[in-house]
C-alpha cells in the first residue's frame, strides 16, 4: 500500500542534504532549504548595492515580515509576533515586564523544560524570582496534576515547553493555561519542539506568551527565535529590557523617558539580525505551503514506524506510544546509545543522542519510509559489531 501522504517526498529536491545522508535529525537542525542560497546572496547584493538604504527598503521591516509568517503557522494576528535570536533572550524578554518583588513572585515549571529555559528563571531567583520545579516521575512525561496544584494565587509565571526535547511528549498546555489563568499567572510556552511539526493555534490555547525558534522544524537555520504576545498584553506590558526599536519615535533619537511604540516592535530592542532573517524565510514559505496538518499526519504514521522498529529489537523507547501525546521525535535508548550515535554519524545518517533520551531520530515531510528502515538496520548492525568487538 502506498503512503498517503508520500507526494510530500516531491520537497525532497527543495533540500541539498537529503541527497548525501539519512537526514533524521530535524528536531535539532531541520535540513537547509537551497533557496536560502539565493536568500543570503540577495542580501549581499542588496547590503552592497543599496548600502545604508537597505534599511528603509527592506530590512527595518523584515523582522515584522518574518515574525507575521511565524505568527501564520500558529494561529496569531498580524503584528503580535516580534523576532529576537534566541528562546532564552525571549524569556528575559517576558521577564521583563514583570516585576517579582511582591507577593506575586512564583515561577513553576516542569524539570522537563530545555535546560536553556531553567538556567534562565533560576538565575532570575536574585530579582526576586521564586522557583517551583515540578519533576517527572518516569523521565517521558509532565505530571500534569502535580503542575496544576503548583500553579497558585502566588505564581506570576508559567514557562513551560509545548513539546518537550527529550522525550517528545506533548505537554496538556490548555489545562495549564487555563489554570494559569484561573489565579492570575501567566503562561510563557515553548513551542520551539511543536510549531512546524505538531498544529500550535495560539489563540484557541489562549496562551499569553509563545515563543521558539524557526532552526529546528521550521528549516528556517540560527539566529532566529520569535516571541508571540496576546494582543490585549501587548499593548499594556512594558518590557524593561528594551531599546531604540522598540521606541515610538526611534529616529527621533530623543534622549528622556522610553516611549514605548505597539507590538511588534515594541517588544525588540536593539538591531536586528538582518541575515538569520534572510536565511529563514524560504523554509518558512516550505512549511507553510506543506502544512502542518499534513507534516503532523505524515509524522505520526513514521513516528509509529520507527516505535514499531525500535520495539521489534527490543530497545527502549522513551517517547509516549500514543500519537496524540507525542510530537515528531522518537527516542529510541539502546546499549552505548552515544557510541551507537556516534557511529551512525559516521554513516551519514544523522541523529542525536541526549541523556535521559536515547536517541533521537525525528522524522520531517521530507523523509521516506525506507530512511527509518536504513537506520534501524544501522543500529541492529553496529550493535552487533560491538558485541563482536567485544567477545
Ligand atoms: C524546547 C526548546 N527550547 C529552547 C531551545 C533552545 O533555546 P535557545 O534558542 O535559547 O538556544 C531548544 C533547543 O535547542 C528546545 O528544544
Known sequence: MLPMTDDLLRYRSEFPILDRTTYLISNSLGAMPRGVYDALKGYADTWATRGVRAWEERWWMLAV????????????????????????????????????????NKVVYSDMNFPSVMYFWQAQQANGARVHMVKTDDGITVPTARLLDAIDEQTLLVPISHVIFRSAYINDAKAIIEKAHKVGAHVVLDTFQSLGTVPVDVAALNTDFACGGVLKWLCGGPGVAYLYVRPDLGNKLQPKFTGWFAHQNPFGFEVGPMRYTDPPFRFMNGTSHIPSLEAAVPGLKIITEVGVERIREKSIRQTSKLIALAERHGWRVNTPRDPEKRGGTVSIDMPDAPEVCRELLARDILVDYRPQAGVRMSPHFYNKDEELETAIAAVEEILKERAVAAR
Do not use: W
Open 65 to 104: 515580515e518574518v515574525g507575521d509568517q511565524i505568527g501564520t503557522l500558529m494561529n496569531a494576528p498580524r503584528s503580535s509576533v516580534s523576532t529576537h535570536q534566541n528562546v532564552t533572550t525571549c524569556q528575559q524578554v517576558v521577564a521583563s515586564c514583570f516585576d517579582f518583588s511582591g507577593k506575586r
